[in-house]
């Protein structure tokens, strides 16, 4: 099979990766700091922490690219948590690699990419502090994690740490637009906004989402994205919500039990009646006041969900406590 065959058949989120700094979208003040770097040549150890699909491991592999050129395959060792990633793997392949003499040019160092770096083990985080002392004149490390506090003290005190936000809805459309123009994707902007509702600032997931529904149905639009993803339908929960404001206590049990139904999870129709509270328009009988309220009602039901009272009587509290609200 040719290269461009395969490169055909790959998932849009790996054949439209970005390749350089200036191709990746949002969190724009960190991209600038590794641009700074990329052209000073000095790459520290890095932490980049953030949710998923923000950009964290892409923005790595594009400084390696502009730092190290063609010598990049021999000079990058990536370890992702599908790796075992105990303390033998520090003590075997990333000190092995730390060894390891690769010819670059002046003022470059091998860099190891350590991705999801929060699920190592304490002992192996140990061990890699004591590796990142020793061969730091070789050898630099980017670790990618969810969360910066599972990383101990001591190798967050010799990393310089970027923080990743979720990308905006502005920064999802302008990427999808331009992969569903290149791609000939037949689209209109309901399917789009479902794929930006349901991607929740994850570019992975929005991609990943316009490419299953394309495979499914040819056409994007906003019941092809739900049924594709799955997800308890927004126009459904507005149509909920509205019953609340206007204490109709049975008729929006009525949505929500249809929900539980379907096979939905309670924490499905929570985390989805959440995003839809909080970013859709409401019309006016829902002011900001009682947009807050709700909010702080829905937070209050994830967290029993959470702990284990699932049952369709806990949504039923749920929407008899929006109702008294209104």
Request: charged fraction near 25%.
């Amino acid at each position: 099979m040719s290269k461009a065959t395969k490169n055909e058949l790959a998932p849009w989120v790996e054949k439209y990766r970005p390749q350089l700094l200036s191709d990746i979208v949002g969190n724009e003040n960190n991209v600038d700091r590794l641009k700074v770097i990329a052209k000073e040549g000095n790459l520290p150890n890095v932490i980049l922490s953030g949710p998923p699909g923000c950009g964290k491991t892409t923005s790595v592999w594009a400084v390696a690219r502009e730092l190290l050129g063609d010598k990049v395959k021999d000079a990058v060792l990536e370890l992702n948590a599908s790796d075992e990633r105990g303390i033998d793997v520090v003590r075997n392949r990333i000190k092995t690699f730390a060894q390891t003499k690769v010819t670059l040019p002046e003022g470059r160092h091998k860099i190891i990419i350590l991705d999801e770096a929060d699920s190592m083990t304490e002992g192996a985080q140990q061990a890699l502090r004591r590796t990142m002392e020793l061969y730091s004149k070789t050898t630099r490390f980017a670790l990618a994690c969810n969360q910066s506090e599972k990383v101990i003290e001591p190798i967050q005190s010799r990393c310089c740490l970027l923080r990743y936000q979720k990308l905006s809805p502005v920064e999802l459309l302008v990427r999808v637009k331009e992969i569903a123009k290149a791609e000939n994707v037949n689209y209109d902007d309901g399917g789009l906004e479902a794929i930006l509702f349901t991607a929740q600032g994850d570019m992975r997931q929005a991609l990943n989402n316009l490419q299953a529904t394309v495979n499914a149905y040819e056409l994007v639009n906003k019941e092809n994205v739900l049924k594709v993803c799955d997800e308890p339908h927004p126009d459904l929960m507005v149509k909920m919500l509205m019953y609340c404001t206007e204490k109709k206590f049975f008729e929006a049990c009525k949505i929500i039990h249809e929900f539980y139904r379907l096979g939905f999870s309670a924490d499905d129709i929570i985390s989805t009646l959440f995003r839809v509270v909080k970013t859709i328009d409401l019309s006016k009988k829902v002011t900001e006041a009682l947009r807050a309220e709700y909010i702080r009602e829905i937070a209050c039901c994830h967290m029993r969900i959470c702990q284990g009272l699932t049952s369709k009587l806990q949504l039923s509290r749920l929407v008899a406590g929006l109702c008294r609200l209104s």
